[in-house]
DNA sequence: TGCTCTATATATAAATC
DNA sequence: TGATTTATATATAGAGC
């Protein structure tokens, strides 16, 4: 869809693959974020591109917010958890925002394509190293919690459908009692109806047992 | 794009929601599938609907592919306790290959906190970053698999119970349902009895309904 | 990359079967 | 659910900055 038909194989050019690859995506996202919104659902999107980078779509909605703040809560009280995500919890808050992360994306997209890191000075890639290292901790630690989120809310939704099973049949077991108390009486109604009745009206009893 | 603009909100009508999300996700699907021919990157999403219920998508090479592979035959040989990432990760102290890991920290802490890394060499500080690199890797990968593991398998129980919900729910209904008839016929019954029965069993009568 | 613009190609909402 | 149809809404290719 533009101005001309696309085919559907591998775009050779480099630049317009790059292009395309950026477009497109952020299309997919913006339609998987639709799709959660629209129908509810869940959805978790990894693109790997051919260079090994990753980039991630995840969905949940404020739902999963809510229950982030509420797991964070626990989490001090709750040290059970892996060394490595405490750890990363603890990083979390010492770096930087994520706006400096997004700069640094840029900048190392740019550099990374086109091989002109040699001008930087070993300074510069110290400093690169270490923003990098940054962002990837709080990228790790964000996405650690998103999905220690989601198990959290997986549990919670099981739990839930466990009660509601026990009390689905705890109500069926009632029904069965009362079924059988009613069956009972009426066992016990036909005894002594049959004493007083007419064959007549017997034979509608043996019809309704 | 439709007869109609939609409001990027939950469809509140359950059919049509229901049609929405179909077509959408097929949609989501054919971009998915154009954007990974196009661009030569691979993409796995993973839809998880209200029900629980899981529609995968996934591109590229094999890489996905025996990742799933790698993931399917670990859910066979460790289903006993690969219940929640609480547990697996007990399991996952006890891999002998992260001695090596374990190791590699306790050097790296050491010489993190007494600056004597001077002593070291280029060479060796190049072999410790790649040893560190490589643990990291290792740890992360499984990291993650355990915690998709996790939730698949979290999943897989919601779907289990909210089926089992379900035929609890028709089962009460249909146990209704046989009281209801019951109960007409005790009430014809009784009609009937009426008038062939004498006052002493009539009172029983009463009595039951 | 990131935007903008424009012409077109696609996706899809609603209705119907 | 799935297929079709039709009217519209969106996405995006290509070009330029």
Redesign the interface.
Known sequence: MGRKK?E????ENKSS??V??SK??S??MK??G??S??????????????RGKLYEFGSGGDGLAKTLQRYQSHLEAER???T?VYEEEKYHSKYASFQTFAELLQIVERDLGEPNMEQLSLTDLTQLEKQLDSALRQI?SRK?RL??D??QT??Q??SM??E??DL??E??TA??N??KQ?DE??VG?NA??N????S??RH??LH?L
Do not use: P
Not at 41 to 46: K, P, S
């Open positions: 696309l559907m194989k591998k775009i693959r790059q395309t690859f497109r995506r299309g997919l339609k998987a639709e799709l919104v629209l129908c509810d659902v869940e959805i978790a999107i990894f693109i790997f591109s051919s059970k958890f892996s490595d790790r650690t999905m220690m989601s198990v997986l549990h939704k099981e459908l466990i509601e099973n689905l049949n109500e069926i029904m069965e009362n079924r009613a009486v009426i109604f002594i109806a004493n007083h009745m007419n007549h009206s509608a009893t309704v």
